[in-house]
């Protein structure tokens, strides 16, 4: 299908939970330096020539940095926004009920929001401000604030099998694995030499965890021996911006950098890389793979572009 | 005048000679009075001195610190306003910074460090079979986690070799610049535990905030009772009151030991001077050979007690400049934390997106230098930033393999380096319309997540 042009610098792509047809949308305008943003609420056409329809824009005003997806409620958005705030937003409600909250208590940009899968009630929020908060969308403050990092806090990333397990990548170029009942991080993986990205479980081996990197390379990692990565990847040419495990195929995962490729990587194969897609004519710094819908991909980047294609596909064919 | 009439004078006779003999007897008196009174004064007039002297002593001890290895963080305003200049510095050159500690702390790091510190055999195969007995119970398990450890907890031993390394590195008089959490973010960032780390710290030799409690309770003594109360609690974080209540309370002393000397001690030794050299006058004769000594041991004690009370107003009187001096100094540090935090907060609002240019820092794999891109079709074109050095973005000389932005970035960043907005942001108000507006019920029920 073809691509779908926003007018605003792409910042993150997520596939809606519950409807293999929605897609959210994260932008910002300026290429997220100063501006607005926007959060879009796609709809994915069912058959391949049709093109993808905007059912809901919400516009903010400072940039949309992460996006994520209510796992309780099937019309729930959550966004991390540059200045600081939190926004939920319901796309049941018309617009000029959204948003629905505004949670201000990080004291620098929210680079990431991610919902935990298996208790469905709470979602945690990686900020600039060296700092991770719990929050549960019924209340109007956070649950608790982890603070260790010594710099920015890129990515959190909820273990999909243990609802208390979360794993958060940061510039002081740790990854720290945290579990909300033990009052600090439970675990300080060394991941890489320079900053760390992004950070993802593997949803089919609780232990295992890649990390995306600014020296060009993932890492996957086991958490019961966590010294030595089981592999490095390398193959992008700039840095990784952000990777992610299949839902549905345990070793497979996706990856987008600087150089502007998405990459598909199967870390258990001896030549890991298993696909390059060039589509991309600025930075891909979103991509997601589909829940529901097995091989289905998304990205988009600051080319102000948001491609779904299937994998083995090319994106670009209209 | 005839001194040796001893006889009371009658108050008609020639006055002289009556007073000189009432003069005589009184002086007599009280001169013996003050012989007594000035040899028991002089032992204790030691002591003070001696022990005004061992306080200021006190005083200047306390200041020497080794290094810095007594300060953190926290507890200094210049070091919060130099993590402030920090974030602003990262704004611009994040990479640069992101690699604190400097190389200087690695240069440590890989002078203590002999062999490598990726972990031994033995700990990670113990971990690994722990592990892959607890997977299965992590996932069912809802009690305290320390009954059945978890697999994302550490569970490695100390490692004794690494925390000796750090120790090694801690003491390093380059790493004892750098502020506390830089040094733990190097440590943890090499690969050390928590564990290690908290160990590493807890046996750095040179405790100086004890040493120097030590030695203040040792030798001042009135503030002994305060800093020795206040020392052994929490070594790092007092220090600096510890300094200020030492300077109050030897100035308080000072005070009063002044006070005492000039109310009391000075006008009794000058009214003995005064009287024994009237005394002089009147009766030369008799005690020549005695008077001058004693004239001259009031006149020297006197001197000295005025010596020893210049002393200590001086002291006091530096010490009070001194405080002056800090409170300025405190204050003009408080004024320049505000401004440059208002600085900050300018800067942040209207600064680039640092994090879009964080990522973008080079790395030592590859010398690609050369970004072979061509111009697109929209007619974009790339900047290399190695061969275009743009001197408006200083991020540009430091990365050589950093990624290439688009012209309309670096339009933008320029303009936000120069305090413009660019044209086409829009006031919006993006708050919650309604603040008390209850989540709707969800139409769709999750679908159950079936356990692979």
């Given at each position: 299908m073809p691509a779908f042009k926003i007018p605003f610098n792409g910042y993150s792509v997520k596939f809606s939970p519950f409807n293999e047809n929605r897609l959210a949308v994260a932008t910002a305008q300026n290429f997220g330096i100063l501006g607005n943003g926007r959060v879009h609420v796609l709809s994915i056409p069912p058959s391949p020539g049709a093109p993808i329809v905007e059912t809901a824009a919400y516009d903010t005003a400072d940039a949309v940095y992460d996006i994520a997806w209510s796992e309780s409620h099937d019309s729930l958005l959550v966004a991390a926004i540059a200045d600081g705030s939190v926004k939920v937003y319901d796309t049941n409600l018309p617009p000029a009920s959204n948003p629905l909250r505004s949670l201000q208590?990080?004291?620098?940009?929210?680079?990431a929001v991610d919902y935990n899968?298996?208790?469905?009630d709470s979602f945690l929020t990686a900020s600039w401000d060296d700092s991770i908060k719990l929050w549960t969308?019924?209340?109007?403050?956070?649950v608790r604030t982890f603070k260790e990092h010594a710099y920015c806090v890129y990515a959190a990333a909820w273990n999909p099998r243990h609802a208390d397990v979360f794993a958060s990548a940061s510039g002081d170029c740790t990854v720290r694995v945290w579990d909300?009942?033990?009052?600090?991080?439970t675990m300080i993986i060394p991941a890489h030499d320079f900053e760390v990205l992004y950070t993802d479980w593997n949803k089919y081996d609780d232990c295992i965890l890649a990390t995306a990197s600014v020296d060009k390379s993932i890492r996957v990692w086991d958490v019961r021996s966590f010294?030595?990565?089981?592999t490095v990847l390398n193959g992008?040419?700039?840095?990784?911006?952000k990777v992610k495990f299949s839902p549905h195929r345990g070793s497979l995962m996706i990856s987008c950098s600087y150089d502007m490729t998405v990459c598909l990587w199967?870390?258990?194969?001896?030549?890991?890389?298993v696909g390059r897609y060039?589509?991309?004519?600025?930075?891909?710094?979103g991509v997601d793979m589909s829940v529901l819908v097995e091989g289905l991909l998304a990205s988009t980047g600051w080319d102000e572009l948001v491609y779904v294609w299937q994998h083995g596909t090319d994106p670009r064919a209209p | 005048m005839q001194a040796t009439e001893r006889t009371p004078a009658s108050g008609t006779e020639g006055i002289e000679d009556g007073k000189s003999a009432a003069v005589t007897t009184i002086l007599t008196k009280s001169k013996s009075n003050a012989r007594d009174r000035l040899n028991k004064a002089m032992p204790w007039v030691r002591v003070l001195e001696a022990a005004i002297c061992m306080s200021s002593f006190a005083v200047m001890a306390a200041?020497?610190?080794?290094?810095?290895?007594?300060?953190?963080?926290?507890?200094y305003r210049e070091y919060r306003l130099s993590a402030v200049y920090k974030r602003l510095e990262r704004l611009q050159f994040e990479f640069l910074i992101s690699r604190s500690p400097p190389s200087a702390a690695e240069e440590g790091w890989e002078m203590s460090t002999?062999?490598?510190?990726?972990?031994?055999?033995d700990p990670v195969e113990e971990t690994a079979q722990r592990g892959s007995g607890d997977a299965q119970t992590a996932g069912t398990e809802t009690t305290y986690p320390k009954s059945s450890p978890s697999v994302?907890?550490?569970?490695?031993?100390?490692?004794e070799e690494q925390v000796q390394n750090a120790v090694k590195f801690l003491s390093h008089p380059k790493v004892q610049v750098s502020p506390v959490i830089y040094r733990r973010s190097f440590l943890e960032k090499k690969g050390l535990t928590k564990e290690e780390v908290d160990q590493a710290f807890r046996r750095l030799p040179d405790s100086s905030p004890s040493a120097q409690t030590s030695t203040i309770t040792q030798e001042a003594a009135a503030p002994s009772g305060v800093m020795a109360s206040t020392g052994p609690a929490?070594?790092?974080?007092?220090h600096w009151y510890l300094a200020l209540l030492a300077i109050g309370f030897l100035a308080g002393t000072g005070a009063g030991t002044v006070i005492f000397f000039k109310k009391s001690v000075i006008p009794r030794s000058r009214s003995l001077v005064q009287a024994v050299v009237l005394r002089e006058e009147i009766?030369?004769?008799?005690?020549t050979h005695l008077r001058p000594n004693l004239a001259e041991k009031t006149a020297a004690a006197a001197a000295a007690a005025a010596d020893i009370a210049q002393a200590s107003e001086e002291l006091l009187n530096s010490k009070l400049q001194e405080k002056k001096f800090l409170g300025e100094i405190m204050n003009l540090l408080d004024v320049q934390l505000c401004e440059i935090k208002s600085v900050g907060v300018t800067v942040k609002n209207?600064?680039?997106?640092s994090h879009a240019e964080k990522p973008l820092s080079n790395s030592?794999?590859?010398?690609?230098?050369?970004?072979?891109r061509q111009p697109y079709a929209n007619g974009k074109i790339y900047w290399d930033y190695s061969s275009v050095?743009?001197?408006?973005?200083?991020?540009a000389s430091l990365e050589p393999s950093a990624a290439p932005h688009p012209r309309s970035y670096m339009e933008i960043m320029a303009m936000v380096q120069r305090w413009e907005g660019p044209p086409n942001m829009k006031g919006i108000d993006?708050?919650?319309?309604?603040?008390n507006q209850p989540i709707s019920y969800p139409s769709l029920n999750p679908r159950m997540k079936v356990d692979l």
């Open positions: 208590e990080h004291t620098r940009e929210v680079h899968p298996s208790r469905r969308v019924d209340r109007p403050i956070s909300v009942r033990e009052p600090g991080s010294r030595v990565p089981v992008h040419n700039y840095a990784v911006r199967d870390y258990m194969v001896e030549d890991a890389l060039d589509h991309h004519t600025e930075f891909a710094v | 200041d020497k610190t080794q290094g810095w290895s007594g300060d953190t963080f926290d507890r002999q062999s490598g510190h990726d972990g031994k055999q994302f907890v550490n569970s490695e031993p100390v490692r929490n070594r790092y974080s007092f009766d030369v004769s008799k005690e209207l600064q680039a997106n030592d794999f590859s010398a690609s230098t050369t970004i072979s050095g743009r001197s408006s973005i200083p991020r993006d708050s919650r319309p309604y603040p």
